[in-house]
């Protein structure tokens, strides 16, 4: 009954009326960006978490939600449409749904990855309020031993899923923590490796360096690449699917639901694994493999019912130990801590109306998100003709406004800047950015907790090794690291990486 007391409690929190308006605008902007190649949630997250300070918490953390969720929605249909993902989650719709589209059934396949992701996210929401309390109260018995070797495992499990070589994700890992090292010491309160400049006395801003690396740095990258997109001409029609499209999307939706929340849980994995996984289990059962790619609609619904499932999922470490299982979530543990909110085992007994409101307002979101994406599709469709060259000025406008508006201070646009020339410079050489992001948001975390446990252990790092949750998760960092290094693992990695770019 408590559960049922609570989620009423969210209900009545995210069908408030500015509440309700901050879910339709997260949800709204979070299809647009979507349907908008070349942005992408972490992105626009970025670009429009200054707009959220002005916010009560639970407000602004309804808004990010949205646009993380909404957006996985939104890149379906470009997947279908246009053959473009409008993120690295939609990468494997475009396999079937463009061929589809091709075949005169753009209908059906957006209207199951619509129905798909609806379902899936659905299930999620549930799985997300019977796990997350329980796995709260046990992280309350967490120790600072359990969160160093947990913030570890994160960002070794993220740098290990990262395109590419393991040793540019550790690179871009430790120059983050390096980063998140700028600024006060925490404990002795003594200004360090700041270079004597008074903006760096507070250490690297978060909002500015995210803009620059995924606003800044992603206009640069697709101002190289311009191209036409070709829009397909062919009327849309049979949104609804019909009985035989159900039949044959059926188990491949509750199967992707299941694939895409356990592996949304799990540090770095998220929507772009379990979409890919959800594929190959459905070609693995299917009885008619060789229709995959040729138009099967198992392969669209699998796939967009993991991605949107994963992100439930990722919820789960966010709320319950605050540690974000992704760099979208990490943006929006930026956001709790700039609301004032701290998110792990005592969120829900110290916040619970930012846990109960945000939790009821997915609920909200998605049927939101159900009703814009079918009778909308036309108008997504007219935005799809919108050429970049005419998007990129807003996209920088909104960066220099939202960079400014942090602290009203020039210099957190010369760091916006100067981070997105630096994201381009290492985009363009192969360094992925989120690891480094990543590590900035969980540095102050890691060294709190390494310095607690060694004061506690009167110096002694046996206390990582002698507690078995720690020991654990230092073990399996260990593998992981140790796997990259053996040649067959790392060329199935390197194939199965490629494959989502």
């Given at each position: 009954m408590d559960l049922i007391t609570d989620l009423l409690y969210g209900f009545g929190l995210?069908?408030?009326?500015s509440n309700l308006l901050s879910c339709f605008v997260g949800v709204f902007l979070g299809t647009l960006v979507g349907v908008l190649p070349g942005i992408g949630p972490v992105g626009a997250m970025s670009l429009l978490l200054p707009l959220t300070f002005g916010l009560q918490p639970?407000?602004?953390?309804?808004?990010?939600?949205?646009?993380y969720y909404g957006s996985m929605y939104g890149g379906s249909t470009t997947s279908i449409l246009v053959n473009i993902p409008g993120d690295a989650a939609s990468v494997v719709t475009c396999l079937d749904g463009h061929q589809m589209a091709l075949q005169g059934r753009a209908g059906p396949a957006l209207g199951i990855a619509a129905f798909g992701s609806f379902i899936a996210g659905t299930f999620g929401l549930v799985g997300l309020v019977l796990l997350a309390n329980p796995l709260a109260e046990l992280a309350v018995k967490f120790g600072p031993a359990e969160y160093f070797s947990l913030v570890c495992l994160g960002l070794v499990t993220l740098t290990y899923?990262?395109?590419g070589s393991i040793m540019r994700g550790l690179a871009m890992a430790g120059l983050g923590l390096f980063m998140s090292l700028v600024?006060?010491?925490i404990v002795t309160g003594k200004v360090r490796f700041n270079f004597g400049l008074i903006a760096l006395q507070d250490g690297f801003g978060l909002i500015p360096v995210i803009m620059g690396l995924f606003g800044i740095s992603e206009v640069l990258i697709n101002l190289e690449g311009?191209?036409?997109r070709i829009i397909l001409k062919t009327k849309i029609k049979n949104l609804l699917p019909n009985k035989e499209d159900w039949r044959k999307s059926a188990l491949p939706i509750g199967r992707g639901?299941?694939?895409?929340?356990?592996?949304?849980i799990l540090p770095g994995a998220g929507a772009i694994m379990s979409s890919f996984l959800a594929y190959a289990v459905e070609k693995r059962f299917s009885r008619n493999p060789e229709t995959f790619g040729k138009g099967a609609i198992e392969g669209v619904a699998g796939p967009e019912s993991a991605n949107n499932s994963a992100t439930s999922g990722a919820f789960i470490p966010l709320f319950s130990l605050g540690i974000p299982a992704s760099i979208s979530t990490a943006v929006l543990l930026g956001a709790f801590m700039i609301h004032g909110v701290q998110p792990g085992p005592l969120l829900v007994v110290q916040h619970p109306e930012v846990f109960w409101g945000t939790v009821a307002s997915m609920y909200v979101g998605n049927v939101l998100l159900l009703v814009l994406n079918l009778p909308l599709i036309g108008i997504w469709v007219q935005v799809l003709k919108v050429p970049y060259r005419t998007l990129f000025p807003f996209i920088l406008f909104f960066c220099l406004i939202g960079a400014y508006s942090v602290n009203m201070d020039t210099s957190d646009i010369y760091m916006m800047l100067i981070f997105g020339i630096l994201g381009y410079v290492l985009r363009k050489l192969q360094y992925e950015p989120a690891p480094l992001v990543l590590a900035l948001v969980l540095g102050p975390l890691l060294e709190r907790s390494l310095r607690q446990a060694l004061i506690?252990?009167?110096?002694?790092?046996?206390?990582f090794l002698t507690r078995p949750i720690s020991a654990g998760a230092l073990l399996l960092s260990l593998l992981l690291l140790l796997s990259a290094t053996l040649p067959s693992l790392q060329k199935r990695r390197t194939l199965t990486l490629s494959d989502s770019e």
């Open positions: 995210a069908l408030a009326p639970v407000a602004g953390i309804i808004v990010l939600a949205g646009i899923l990262t395109q600024g006060q010491d311009i191209s036409e639901t299941l694939i895409g929340f356990f592996l949304g506690i252990s009167d110096g002694s790092p046996l206390v």
